[in-house]
């Protein structure tokens, strides 16, 4: 679920492509507000429409959105990539944020579980809200919400395109690199 002051504050916008399809970011003057990730299958220009109309204000790229996009285009190459990068939070509340800075924390190719993430937060009987913080998130992979999973690992819903089965793909995507690495000695790759 989007916000409508989102809406308003996006002004920048860039596309990147992966071996998907065709992703995009979208940014305003505090920093990111949206990501939309390549698992719809949209072309280029069904997805620089899309954005259009979504964020009628955006009028092309920003150091921000290029950067981003750059980040994100490698990242679905398999690399691994630190997004350190400045994010709207205008629209989140005080529980999504700690939600969110606690999930950015998941290293890349681990997964916890809602219940996890709740404990982390202060509040360990809110695995539920912790659920719908990621329902809300806007900023798929920078915010790697495909790393929260269900209680005893298995996977649960992703709100973006594609479901469930874009969350497994990119956990897969990210142990396979991490088994490569390091040649299957990680505690992931048993």
Not at 39 to 64: N, V
Not at 66 to 71: D, G, I, N, P, R
Not at 168 to 178: G, S, T
Request: hydrophobic fraction near 40%; aromatic fraction near 8%; charge should be positive.
């Amino acid at each position: 679920m989007k916000r409508i002051g989102s809406l308003t504050r996006g002004i920048y916008g860039s596309l990147f492509e992966t071996g998907l399809g065709f992703g995009g970011v979208v940014a305003g003057e505090e920093g990111l507000i949206e990501v939309f990730l390549p698992f719809d299958g949209k072309s280029r220009e069904g997805l620089a429409a899309q954005i259009a109309g979504r964020y009628p204000a955006a009028r092309g790229d920003s150091p921000l959105t290029k950067q981003a996009a750059e980040l994100l285009a490698r990242y679905f190459t398999g690399r691994p990539v630190a997004f350190a990068l400045p994010i709207d939070r205008s629209d989140f509340t005080l529980f999504q944020w700690s939600v969110y800075r606690a999930v950015m924390a998941i290293p890349y190719g681990e997964v916890k579980s809602y219940s996890q993430v709740a404990a982390e937060v202060g509040r360990p009987l809110a695995a539920r809200g912790i659920g719908g913080a990621m329902a809300q998130n806007p900023l798929p992979i920078i915010i790697p919400c495909h790393r929260v999973v269900g209680k005893s690992g298995e996977m649960t819903g992703y709100s973006a395109p594609g479901g469930v089965a874009s969350k497994q793909w990119l956990l897969e995507m990210e142990k396979r690199v991490i088994c490569e690495k390091s040649n299957k000695n990680s505690k992931i790759c048993e």
